[in-house]
């Protein structure tokens, strides 16, 4: 699974967009990479998809609805 989602222009950070993506068969859990762009990224790791979408919304305002899946390239 994997899920990409817009920040919002509105919000005042580098961060342009979001992936989200299943790690379960390796860490059990969940990864967000943060792009500031093509080449530049930072992640967080998540226990649960929940914890992943909540923290999503909290910083960047993106809601469950906002993620769209990205095929495997």
């Known amino acids: 699974m994997k899920?990409?989602?817009i920040v919002?222009?509105?919000i005042d950070d580098q961060v342009?967009?979001?992936i989200l993506e299943s790690d379960e068969?390796?860490?059990k859990g969940f990864f967000i990479y943060?792009?500031?762009d093509e080449k530049k990224a930072y992640d967080?790791?998540?226990s649960?998809?929940?914890d992943a979408y909540k923290s999503?919304?909290?910083q960047y305002n993106i809601q469950k609805e906002d993620w769209r899946e990205l095929n495997d390239e």
């Open 25 to 27: 068969e390796d860490t």
């Open 16 to 18: 342009k967009w979001l």
């Open 48 to 50: 649960t998809i929940e």
């Open 56 to 58: 999503a919304q909290s």
């Open 3 to 5: 899920l990409k989602a």
């Open 34 to 36: 943060y792009y500031l």
């Open 8 to 10: 919002s222009h509105q």
């Open 44 to 46: 967080s790791w998540f």
